[in-house]
């Protein structure tokens, strides 16, 4: 893991994690590297989302997280974008999705009034996920996939250096599915950024994937994703013939 890398990149270092005297994570040592998606896999509580959590700052952690440049060379002031499984938030609310993100943006309660300036970032905003049409829907009248989509537009602007999407789409349709990563991956060849993804659907992570991690705690291996899918570790995580579940 020592090797130096051609890209900036999100360097994890022996990160382990310790609550309450139980282990959720030991040793987890990888590279997430800019202008690629890297997957993260596993079975529900093997630390996936502990980890992000960890990257995120949101949880102590042991060991070291550096955002390095293609020198090796640090970089202060990592901007990270997030988009969690779902946003809990009162679905009666009368709250359109160019007020949610007009808030978010200018920091000031909408009923103040939306500014032109602020109201031309919020369109910017949509179009880059495709969801300029939806600007006027009331949030919680949202589909799934809508609602990821106005999150992803949230995390996206300005671009992060690393955008972390935990399991974004569990409950959205195969269709809706595809349509988020393709934005994504559009987003990622854009702006080159960093992705971290969590996700169950291994159909989806071999299409999409630059580099997959398999963790139970621990790396259990990780690489391309048909390598990762050929190893015995991911036999004994998923059993075999898995992959094209």
Avoid at 114 to 142: D, F, W
Avoid at 180 to 191: G, I, N, Q, S
Wanted: net charge negative; glycine share 8%.
């Amino acid at each position: 893991m020592g090797h130096s890398c051609s890209l900036c990149h999100i360097d994890l270092k022996d990160v382990s994690v310790t609550r309450g005297g139980q282990t959720l994570l030991k040793d987890v040592s990888m590279h997430i590297h800019c202008g690629q998606l890297t997957v993260l896999i596993g079975q529900n509580g093997a630390g996936k989302t502990t980890l992000i959590r960890a990257l995120l700052g949101q949880l102590p952690h042991g060991g070291e997280i550096h955002h390095l440049d293609g020198e090796g060379r640090d970089i202060p002031h990592l901007r990270t974008g997030y988009v969690p499984q779902h946003l809990d938030f009162d679905k009666e609310m009368p709250l359109t999705v160019e007020d949610f993100l007009a808030a978010a943006f200018s920091r000031r309660p909408v009923w103040t009034g939306i500014s032109k300036k602020t109201r031309a970032e919020v369109r910017e905003a949509l179009a880059a996920v495709e969801a300029e049409s939806i600007a006027r829907h009331p949030l919680g009248r949202c589909s799934g996939g809508e609602t990821q989509r106005v999150l992803l537009a949230l995390a996206t602007h300005p671009a992060p250096d690393l955008l972390v999407l935990d399991e974004p789409v569990s409950g959205v349709d195969q269709n809706g599915l595809q349509l988020f990563l393709d934005t994504v991956m559009h987003l990622k060849e854009k702006h080159h950024m960093a992705i971290l993804l969590v996700s169950h659907d291994l159909r989806l992570v071999r299409q999409y994937a630059d580099h997959v991690v398999l963790l139970d705690k621990t790396v259990l291996t990780q690489g391309k994703p048909e390598d990762v899918f050929a190893t015995p570790e991911f036999a004994a995580v998923f059993g075999t013939g898995k992959e094209e579940a």
